[in-house]
């Protein structure tokens, strides 16, 4: 059984699409990524599992309960980061994560202190006078101080720091190391490639693939610039290469297959530069775009 | 209920608990600081009053009133004392969901292993027992002032029972209208300008609603259905007004927790 079960989830608010049709499984002990420009039905899709919102159609079930009518039971064993964090601006930071604490049964305290300690965070704070980041602090420890078997991160890396950001993935790794099923939402590729074990991809409401990192990245378009003296486009034109064009003295062009293929061309060259990355987001969703429009 | 909730609610309504029993001991203390010689002038102050048009005697809570005696002012100045319970018990009203959710904070409790209802009734209650606190100090200034300021005239205990007796009810009925108002519409970020319209106008609508003729409007607003003056004259409630204003507040509970529960709780776009 999955730990998490959607099927055919969909929601409008009012005549506005939130998502259509969305159906995924995310496996007990996963990082399962989640991915998609703003906009594309992600915070909808986490507000859905939690019950802050109810569907148009469709199911979703959590430890194989319906999470619309046990979401109580549920949600004790849940985790949940927003992306947008608010909270009671008069108080200070220990007297909410106190009582953020009490919903719990069990005895959250030990943890909670470690956490705050792990990303530096002041205690004795008043909310209101804390920075972005620091509420988004704020907003790791109280999702993460029960120890639940299920944490929902949306878009957690948002104003945090580089360092901070290495210090949540490592807690983020090591909570999942001890079991901990982690669905991650991001509109960045990298840092989903970076901790996730698969991934789906959102689009304008809809999931338009479904996949492990491995075979997405292996799957996936690069993208390749050649700079080199007299260079003809048309040089790289083999399977695999797609919208070839020529910019001032370079050449660009996206190629999906092995990369050696590539390689063994541009060893014959005198190349003055050569860039091969990872296409943006933006451009996987291009690719999409395109595939699903031919 | 969860005692958490409820404790959390609570003390985050300290600051106002103790602003709201201030006004209320600062208006008692000064209208009835008054009665010593409004009682001393009772003759003269009748015959003048007697010139009004009874429209206006009616509008400011007067007609029928006799100030001399202590039962006859205190009705008076209780209409002053309903106004502030109402805003109060209003701005509570407006407050208990809908600000949280336009300031995007109701998130946090949501997401918690807590049903709805149990949210919604921990809050109600919380709320409630915030303006019982106000409610006891309305009865301990009331008693305080009238033995102070009564120099030796002589009260009737019944019907200043009866007008403090009403206070609970009158306040949970504006608690009640105040949230099932504010769950019909969204984005409410500030309690006070909503509360001041419901408390205020129930009010107006009371004092004025003569003015309307035969439209009876004034009928539904609680101000009618625990009208000191007629408290005052009859020693008993209006029943079937106390009954339209418990029939009122139940269905305006139903109303507000068959929304709650089937609620989207707004997020940031």
Not at chain 2, 127 to 133: M, Q, S
Not at chain 2, 143 to 158: A, C, K, N, Q, S
Request: hydrophobic share 45%; with cysteine.
């Amino acid at each position: 059984m999955s730990i998490i079960e959607v099927e055919g989830l969909t929601k409008y608010y009012g005549r506005t699409r939130g998502i259509e049709d969305v159906s995924f499984r995310v496996e007990e002990g996963e990082i399962f990524g989640f991915i998609g420009p703003n906009g594309a039905g992600k915070t909808t899709t986490i507000r859905l599992l939690l019950a802050l919102i109810y569907p148009t159609r469709g199911s979703a079930r959590i430890f194989g309960r319906d999470v619309f009518r046990h979401g109580p039971e549920i949600r004790q064993e849940i985790g949940y980061l927003p992306g947008e964090v608010f909270y009671y601006g008069r108080m200070k930071v220990i007297d909410l994560l106190k009582y953020a604490a009490s919903f719990y049964n069990r005895d959250c305290t030990r943890r909670m202190f470690e956490l705050a300690e792990y990303m530096e965070l002041d205690l004795n704070r008043r909310i209101d006078e804390l920075s972005y980041g620091n509420r988004k602090k704020v907003g790791i420890v109280q999702g993460l101080m029960h120890s639940p078997r299920v944490v929902f991160l949306d878009e957690p890396t948002i104003g945090l720091d580089p360092l901070m950001q290495r210090r949540f993935f490592d807690l983020i790794r090591e909570e999942n190391a001890r079991g901990m099923t982690v669905f991650f939402s991001s509109h960045i590729l990298s840092e989903v490639q970076r901790l996730c074990h698969r991934v789906a991809i959102i689009r304008e409401g809809h999931i338009v693939e479904i996949a492990d990192m491995e075979t997405l990245i292996r799957n996936n378009y690069k993208k390749v610039r050649v700079v080199a003296r007299d260079i003809d486009p048309s040089y790289f034109d083999i399977p695999g290469v797609t919208h070839l064009e020529r910019i001032n003295h370079a050449v660009h062009f996206f190629y999906r297959g092995d990369i050696n293929a590539v390689l063994r061309r541009l060893s014959a060259l005198n190349v003055t530069d050569v860039t091969i990355e990872e296409p943006t987001l933006e451009e996987i969703f291009m690719h999409y775009y395109e595939r699903s429009g031919s | 209920m969860k005692a958490n909730i409820y404790g959390f609610e609570l003390w985050r309504k300290r600051n106002s608990i103790l602003i709201w029993s201030a006004s209320i001991v600062l208006v008692a203390l000064l209208y009835m600081g008054l009665f010593p010689t409004f009682a001393d002038y009772a003759a003269v102050l009748q015959e003048t009053l007697k010139r009004f048009p009874p429209e206006y005697l009616e509008a400011f809570g007067m007609a029928g009133v006799d100030l001399s005696t202590v039962v006859g002012y205190y009705s008076f100045v209780f209409t002053f004392l309903q106004i502030l319970l109402a805003l109060q018990a209003s701005n509570y009203g407006f407050d208990l969901i809908a600000v949280e959710e336009g300031q995007m904070i109701a998130d946090f409790v949501v997401s918690k292993p807590v049903a709805r209802a149990q949210i919604l009734t921990s809050k109600l209650l919380a709320a409630f027992t915030a303006l019982t606190i106000t409610s006891a100090v309305t009865w301990a200034a009331s008693f305080l002032f009238i033995e102070l300021f009564r120099e030796g005239r002589p009260y009737e205990l019944r019907p200043l029972a009866l007008m403090l007796g009403s206070i609970p009810i009158f306040q949970a009925v504006f608690l009640s209208l105040g949230l099932a108002f504010s769950l019909l519409t969204r984005g409410i970020r500030s309690a006070t300008p909503y509360g001041l319209v419901l408390g205020f106008g129930g009010y107006v609508l009371n004092a004025f609603g003569d003015l309307l003729g035969d439209v009876k409007l004034e009928l539904i607003t609680p101000f009618r259905h625990f009208d000191p003056t007629y408290i005052a004259q009859h020693q008993a409630y209006d029943a079937p007004l106390v009954l339209l204003s418990v029939a009122m507040m139940v269905i305006a509970l139903a109303f507000s927790y068959w929304r709650y529960l089937r609620r989207d709780i707004p997020a940031a776009v």
